[in-house]
């Protein structure tokens, strides 16, 4: 009709993007290059963002390379050493025991909502599981610090502490902010995550899938673990990949319930440090260069890990609907 | 068994005897007996909406029963219903009886999970699971705890009854996914029968398939039921009368709901049939 | 083997085993999702019960007081969060909608892959991470804190949540439209035109209401940018207050009137939140309504 191929016509969005505008008489041009330049300052910003963060970390990178990332020192007063191993080991603690209570929680949540629960009841519930996701971070922290602690992680640590003190990770003395505390918070933030993005994937899996296990004589729960699960594998992966990616950034919420110390035992039950927590806690209180530059470096380091998470989350969601497709292709 | 039973037998029941008796080796005669299923006034609704209506068919053991009719005339409903697959359509409600060997499996307190395993079913596509060729089929006895060599054995024996033991029997370990449309589909049917069911209904099982496929899927089907009962869906009369031994035919009313016209004998029915509208339908006037 | 190994008494007791093992399991997904949602409705409670006492209506017109002097309250994190916010979304959605657009319609070629994947990581990147970026942008080359470099790290967070739902919207357009204006003349271009632009309107306001919603209850970034200010400020080039920050400088401080004014601060934050998030779910469900009542 205006001389397109029929490989650009196939291209064309649903709704016929140049014909959009064409209508507007004048710019037609100019809208083009407007859209375009737009969308090239977008990608250009995730650059833009590496490369400050990466120069204005020079300082300390050129000071400690990539030891930086194994020393377990953080002295900013008198011997100027900087070392982020502390933080990240924090940082991974808190979030990898957030995601092992909360990948269990979220999925069996996103089984109640996608295949069993009446209609009725999946509307209301999974607004409700949204909303979880929509309360901001400093809400959690101040619920957290002032009725989460006191009422449900204290007495959960003298619980653990007293059974199982022996353990080195559950050693006293028992503090009210804990990594335990921030764990739990962050069990409580990513739910929403992996609870919606495997709800989504449940909804990707074909309805033949479930109706060859029925038919064969499956109960209900034996074709969701040994059909749907395992169809959807590598969806799931990438809920709790989103979910690991998330709880790494967090930042009020863990430094609110977290402590801030610098604790080098392995106990869940002392305060800690995460790399956010960190950051949020003594930027602004950073003298000097090469203290504010170790900073930035560890804004860096979050940076590059939850890039590379997110990117893999991607990827593996991305997996679960193409299987799909090519099934009902065939 | 049959003796004093003579004087209540239908016509159409005649007819059928008279079929199976020209069928069969000389010398025996089958008994019609009791049918494995029959089907007593069903009615399937979706909401408001009746999808079939009134539905009674009595269907016999160790044949093809083959359900006929244009689009949207309820077939697959009807099919559905006849294992309780309706049940998942969400507002879906089914009433009347559906009577296996003799016990309604629609009335309330009944074990849907066994219902499902004694009548299985095959899809219109296949559908095998993302696993190996091995675990597709064994799939069913492995709920039941079959374990080990006699899992082996039963899966053995399933692919054989389904015709691919042959050609997959090196590659039990590959995914089902990696074999063609027709072997995929052979593989659903092993699938079905490893759990040893005594019907299996087929939801126009060959329709996906090329001629080829097609037509060794219906030599599959004469060779099962021998084992088992068979009730298929097509929309292809031809096949239809290649393979099915009876042969229902529905149509749709104006409202829309899907009814049974006709139910006979398929040589009888495609020759002779007794409705007009199924005489219409089978001679191409219709649609 | 003879048929029928599968059953009776060896299938009935395992049959048994099953449905319980049936039950059990779908009663813990059960179990699961209450547990996932009851925080949500302590947090609610609690934050209702321990915040509404404070509010009153001097509390959203008055200033914060000194420590130790009764009264006081919040106007100026009010006034701080609403310029932020609205600074933000100044310099966010024109960009994010014309991306969005282009996302759209070009999602095939290499800028518009670029384009998503750019969103997807922009929407993962820590805030905080953001606020050190608009530190070493604006605050360090500015010499000063300001209500400026808080508004635009807002901008940026806001970014990806309008491009991702605008887009959204205008792939619901269903691809009838497209035969239609296919084959048509310059009038019917029109008749496309007034089913694409609400559509597109929706998706983008849908987007700005949770973009808001977003940017409004973050404190992280703006720790070193906006900075916080205990007096009445709107000066751009000044530090400024919001309502995510002096919950934080509250709750943390060992003050108990401070703390209690945090609640407050707390509960106005998590009602706004939670409306613009309902408001905005509501325009999907309104918008996916009418558009299946138009293809009818």
Not at chain 1, 212 to 219: D, I, N, Q, R, W
Not at chain 3, 200 to 215: C, E, Q, S, W, Y
Request: charged residues 15%; aromatic residues 8%.
């Amino acid at each position: 009709m205006n001389g397109e191929s029929a490989r650009e016509a196939a291209h064309r969005p649903p709704w016929g993007g140049r014909t959009l505008f064409r209508i507007w008489r004048h710019g037609d041009l100019v809208s083009d290059v407007l859209v375009r330049l737009s969308s090239i300052a977008v990608v250009g910003l995730v650059g833009f963002i590496g490369y400050e963060l990466w120069l204005h970390s020079a300082e300390s990178r050129v000071a400690f390379g990539l030891q930086f990332l194994v020393t377990a020192q953080w002295d900013p007063s008198i011997k100027l050493v900087f070392g982020a191993l502390p933080f990240i080991q924090g940082t991974l603690v808190t979030s990898l025991v957030a995601l092992v209570i909360a990948l269990p929680m979220g999925l069996g949540t996103a089984i109640f909502l996608a295949e069993m629960a009446p209609d009725w009841l999946r509307q209301p519930v999974g607004f409700l599981v949204e909303m979880l996701a929509a309360v901001p971070s400093v809400v959690y922290g101040l619920w957290g610090l002032f009725a989460f602690i006191p009422s449900f992680v204290r007495p959960l640590a003298l619980g653990l502490n007293a059974g199982l003190g022996f353990l080195p990770v559950l050693a006293g003395p028992v503090f009210g902010p804990s990594r335990l505390a921030a764990s739990l918070v962050l069990t409580i933030m990513i739910l929403p995550t992996i609870a919606a993005v495997s709800r989504d994937v449940f909804s990707a899996i074909p309805q033949s899938q479930r109706e060859a296990a029925l038919a064969v004589g499956a109960t209900h729960w034996e074709m969701i673990s040994q059909v749907l699960v395992p169809y959807g594998l590598s969806g799931f992966l990438g809920a709790a990949v989103l979910a690991l990616g998330r709880a790494l950034g967090e930042t009020m919420a863990v430094t609110m319930v977290i402590g801030n110390t610098l604790d080098l035992s392995p106990s869940l039950l002392h305060p800690g440090y995460t790399m956010a927590s960190l950051i949020a806690n003594e930027f602004t209180e950073a003298t000097g260069n090469l203290y504010q530059s170790a900073l930035i470096e560890i804004g860096l380091v979050l940076f590059f890990i939850t890039l590379i998470l997110n990117f893999l989350a991607r990827l593996l969601v991305w997996r679960v609907s193409r299987r799909a497709a090519g099934e009902t292709r065939a | 068994m049959n003796g004093g039973a003579v004087a209540r037998r239908t016509n159409e029941e005649a007819l059928i005897e008279a079929r199976f008796g020209a069928l069969l080796p000389e010398g025996s005669v089958p008994a019609m007996g009791d049918p494995k299923i029959a089907v007593q006034g069903l009615n399937v609704f979706y909401g408001n909406f009746r999808a079939v209506g009134d539905i009674a068919i009595n269907i016999p053991d160790h044949r093809i029963t083959a359900i006929i009719g244009p689009s949207g005339c309820g077939k697959s409903t009807l099919l559905r219903a006849l294992n309780r697959m309706t049940d998942l359509v969400p507002g879906a409600r089914t009433e009347g009886r559906v009577l296996l060997d003799g016990k309604d499996i629609l009335a309330p307190g009944v074990d849907v999970v066994e219902v499902r395993r004694r009548i299985g079913m095959v899809f219109q596509r296949a559908n095998p699971f993302p696993k190996s060729i091995f675990d597709n089929v064994a799939y069913g006895p492995r709920l039941y705890g079959t374990r080990g060599s006699q899992l082996e054995e039963v899966v053995e024996r399933s692919l054989r009854s389904a015709a691919l033991w042959e050609e997959v029997k090196d590659k039990l370990r590959h995914s089902a996914l990696a074999l063609s449309g027709g072997q995929q589909q052979r593989v659903c049917i092993a699938r079905a029968i490893a759990v040893e069911p005594q019907v299996i209904l087929m939801d126009e099982p060959a329709s996906a398939l090329d001629p080829i496929a097609t037509l060794r899927i219906e030599e599959l089907m004469r060779q099962l039921v021998n084992q088992y009962t068979i009730v298929v869906v097509t929309h292809n009369m031809q096949q239809a009368a290649r393979v099915s031994d009876l042969t229902a035919m529905m149509m749709m009313r104006p409202d829309r709901t899907g009814e049974l016209i006709e139910f006979g004998v398929t040589a009888q029915m495609f020759t002779r049939p007794k409705d007009k509208r199924t005489e219409d339908y089978i001679t191409g006037r219709f649609g | 083997m003879s048929r029928g190994t599968l059953t009776p008494e060896f299938g009935r007791t395992r049959a048994g085993q099953r449905k319980t093992v049936n039950a059990l399991m779908l009663g813990l997904c059960m179990v699961m999702t209450l547990l996932a949602v009851a925080p949500l409705l302590w947090i609610l409670i609690y934050v209702i019960d321990k915040g509404g006492s404070v509010i009153t209506w001097a509390f959203f017109t008055h200033l914060p007081t000194p420590v130790g002097i009764p009264g006081g309250g919040i106007v100026n994190a009010l006034v701080g969060s609403a310029e932020t916010v609205g600074l933000g979304l100044v310099v966010s959605a024109p960009v994010a909608v014309l991306a969005a657009f282009y996302a759209a319609s070009h999602s095939d070629s290499g800028l518009g892959l670029a384009l998503r994947f750019a969103t997807d990581v922009l929407s993962g990147v820590p805030s905080i991470v953001m606020g050190i970026f608009a530190y070493t942008l604006i605050v360090l080359p500015m010499r000063r804190f300001s209500a400026f470099s808080g508004g635009i790290v807002l901008g940026f967070i806001m970014l990806p949540t309008i491009i991702r739902t605008t887009e959204e919207m205008l792939r619901l357009v269903p691809s009838s439209l497209r035969e239609g204006s296919l084959a048509l003349g310059a009038a019917e271009w029109r008749t496309s035109l007034s089913v694409l632009l609400p559509a597109a309107a929706n998706g983008v306001l849908t987007g700005v209401l949770l973009a808001i919603a977003r940017g409004a209850g973050e404190a992280a970034p703006m720790l070193f940018t906006a900075f916080g200010n205990p007096f009445f400020s709107t000066a751009l080039n000044q530090p400024i207050a919001t309502l995510p920050l002096i919950i934080y400088t509250y709750a943390i401080s060992p003050y108990s009137d401070w703390k209690a004014k945090a609640w407050g601060a707390a509960l106005v934050l998590i009602v706004v939140v939670l409306l613009l998030n309902a408001a905005a779910r509501g325009l999907v469900w309104w918008r996916t309504r009418r558009l299946g009542g138009q293809l009818r």
